[in-house]
């Protein structure tokens, strides 16, 4: 067998190889670790990127991922503390880092992913059985899942796979309980608003009755103050008229005479009175 025949059955042999997609060549992204397995052996872990050599029909490639990747799953049921049911949505970060791990336990990525979900799921479900819905869904739910994110990253652990972060993204009730939630919750809001009008009405008669009292307390204060000063008004309009008096007698008790004629006597005017009295002094000095 010359040269030329054996260099043109090893080409003919190379393109069939290729033709059968067994090539002897694969390429090893930055993204990714290759696992080099013969006969079903790991023989081989590749982190390096570029074009790497295999044994065709004999030797095989799994990849596995570097990057950071995404566990998201559709929604599930979960009972909590105080036997609600809650459809709970999650998703988590997670790593694989030990990708000769992973390829021993699960044989490929997304193997992994589904045991990364059942381990997840299992914690979640431990962890929010052991609260009520009210704690589930308020502040606290950041305590609740870092400790899910522990519990199933130990677990995880086993398997050379990181779970870096677990977070609910969302929280429903199942669709034939939201009706007799909403009616409850809307029967407590009810209550609630009543005893607040009820407190707020007691308030309100509390302030009036306040105010009607300072109110009688300022009319009485107000009325005290203006019977003194009528009181002193009157006292020095006496004085006044004592000086006057002491000055001209006469004078007063003429100008007090006229007084009392013009208040008691007009055309209507009727008097039953002697003509003798008292009361007519100056009209009889007069004519």
């Not at 880092?97 to 992973?102: A, C, E, F, I, M």
């Not at 677990?155 to 429903?172: N, Q």
Request: hydrophobic share 40%; charged share 30%.
């Amino acid at each position: 067998m010359s040269v030329q025949n054996i260099i043109l059955g090893v080409v003919v042999a190379v393109v069939v190889l290729l033709m059968l997609g067994a090539s002897p060549f694969f390429v090893v992204d930055l993204t990714e670790t290759a696992i080099v397995v013969r006969l079903g052996k790991p023989v081989n872990t590749i982190i390096e990127p570029g074009l790497k050599f295999k044994i065709p029909f004999v030797e095989e490639v799994h990849y596995f991922d570097k990057r950071l990747l995404d566990y998201d799953v559709p929604p599930q049921d979960v009972i909590t503390l105080d036997k609600k049911t809650i459809r709970i949505d999650n998703y988590g970060k997670w790593t694989i880092r030990d990708p000769l791990k992973v390829y021993e336990a699960f044989r490929t990525q997304r193997r992994a992913l589904n045991r990364l979900d059942d381990i997840i799921y299992s914690e979640l479900r431990v962890e929010l059985g052991k609260h009520t819905l009210t704690e589930i869904v308020s502040e606290s739910r950041t305590d609740l899942m870092a400790k899910v994110t522990h519990a199933a990253g130990a677990k995880a652990s086993a398997y050379g796979i990181d779970i870096l972060d677990v977070r609910i993204k969302r929280a429903d009730l199942p669709d034939q309980n939201e009706k007799a939630v909403f009616a409850r919750m809307q029967a407590e809001r009810e209550r609630e608003a009543k005893l607040y009008r009820s407190q707020g009405e007691e308030e309100a008669q509390k302030i009036r009755s306040s105010a009607e009292k300072e109110r009688e307390i300022l009319l009485a204060e107000a009325d005290k103050t203006a019977q003194e000063l009528m009181g002193d008004g009157d006292a020095a309009a006496f004085a006044i008229f004592s000086e006057a008096y002491k000055k001209d007698p006469d004078f007063f008790a003429f100008i007090r005479s006229m007084e009392a004629y013009k208040k008691t006597m007009n055309e209507q005017s009727m008097l039953v009175i002697s003509p003798d009295s008292e009361f007519f002094k100056y009209l009889k000095k007069s004519k």
